[in-house]
C-alpha cells in the first residue's frame, strides 16, 4: 500500500515549513493524488513488461499474457512456458529473460517480497537481485507498493527537472545534486517526490 493522501499533504506540508520556495510550489500546483500499486510479485513483473514502451503497448502485452498464463501470470507458468509461446504475447527475449529472473528468484525463495528488510538500501539491494530491475524500478516499487516515506528517486528526470523548476535553479540539477539537495528532507522525502511528479506534470502542461 502506498503512501495515503493524509501522509503526502502532511509530508509535503512538513517540508514545505523548511522550504519556502516549495511552500510556493504546493500553492501554485496543489496537493497530488496518491500513486499507489498493489504489493508483491504482480507489481514487479508488470514492471519489467512496461519496460521502453508505452502505457497503451504494455497494456496489451500483459492482457495477452494474462490470457495465456492466468490472471497474475503465476511465477511457475513463466518458468514453464517457452520463449516462442511468450514471444506470441510480445514479450521481447531480453523481457523473458527478466521475467524468468525475476520467477526464479520467487519460487527459490531468493526474494520473498513479504519480508523485504526493513532498511531502504537493504531492501532496494535485494530487488535489484532481479535482472531488468535497476534501482529506480526498486525505489518506485517502495515508495508505491510499500507507502515507504522516505524513498528518493534521484535519477529519475521528472524529479531533477521538477525540483530544479521549484527551486529556481539555473540548469537541471544531476542525479548527485538531487540527493545532496533532498538530504535536509528526510524522512518526508517519498512524499516530496509524489509531489515533485505531479508539480513537474501540471509545469509542463
Request: glycine content about 10%; aromatic content about 6%; some cysteine.
Amino acid at each position: 500500500m502506498g503512501l495515503s493522501k493524509e501522509t503526502i499533504e502532511a509530508g509535503v506540508d512538513a517540508i514545505a515549513a523548511l522550504e519556502p520556495k516549495l511552500a510556493q510550489a504546493v500553492a501554485a500546483s496543489g496537493y497530488p493524488e496518491p500513486r499507489i500499486r498493489p504489493e508483491g510479485y504482480e507489481t514487479l513483473l508488470r514492471t519489467i513488461v512496461g519496460q521502453q514502451v508505452s502505457v497503451a503497448s504494455a497494456a496489451a502485452v500483459w492482457n495477452k499474457l494474462e490470457a495465456r498464463l492466468g490472471p497474475g501470470c503465476p511465477a511457475e507458468l513463466v518458468i514453464a512456458a517457452d520463449f516462442d509461446e511468450l514471444r506470441a504475447c510480445g514479450l521481447s527475449r531480453q523481457k523473458q529473460g527478466y521475467a524468468r529472473s525475476l520467477a526464479e528468484l520467487i519460487i527459490s525463495g531468493g526474494l520473498d517480497l513479504n519480508n523485504l528488510p526493513t532498511a531502504d538500501e537493504e531492501a532496494i539491494a535485494l530487488l535489484t537481485q532481479v535482472k531488468g530491475i535497476g534501482r529506480w524500478s526498486a525505489e518506485i516499487y517502495l515508495l508505491f507498493a510499500q507507502g515507504r516515506p522516505d524513498i528518493w528517486p534521484a535519477g529519475d528526470l521528472a524529479i531533477q527537472v521538477g525540483v530544479g523548476n521549484f527551486l529556481g535553479l539555473p540548469e537541471r540539477p544531476s542525479e548527485k545534486d538531487i540527493r545532496k539537495i533532498a538530504e535536509k528532507w528526510s524522512p518526508h522525502r517519498g512524499a516530496v517526490a509524489i509531489f515533485t511528479w505531479h508539480h513537474y506534470h501540471v509545469m509542463v502542461m
